[in-house]
């Protein structure tokens, strides 16, 4: 059964994040791994409750939640979150079976 990532990002320096190459790795092992980008887009608007305006939302499905985590755990996604440190507050849900 599918599984969805939830990533919001509240990112401090965008150019400094756009250029860490963090997003082009995760990409790579993403797809490695089974996954889908569903949505990847900046500006987020809180309607409700605490949030973070302007945040970047990431959703990715997966054919289940043992390949997210699969994903998620694995040490070449450890090493590419490196890539993204003191960059963005980031925050990561998993929805599904």
């Not at 969805?4 to 990112?11: G, M």
């Not at 790579?28 to 889908?36: C, D, K, P, S, V």
């Not at 500006?43 to 699969?70: F, H, I, M, N, T």
């Amino acid at each position: 059964m599918a599984a969805w990532l939830v990533v919001t990002a509240k990112i401090k320096d965008r150019e400094a994040f756009m250029a860490c190459g963090y997003s082009q790795r995760a990409a790579e092992i993403l797809e490695q791994h089974g996954g889908r980008y569903v949505i990847r887009a900046p500006g987020a608007q809180v309607l409700e409750g605490q949030g973070a305006d302007g945040a970047s939302v990431v959703v990715s499905e997966w054919p289940s939640r043992e390949a997210a985590l699969g994903f998620y755990n694995s040490p070449e996604y450890a090493e590419a979150k490196r890539l993204r440190e003191g960059l963005a507050e980031i925050d990561v849900t998993l929805v599904g079976a």
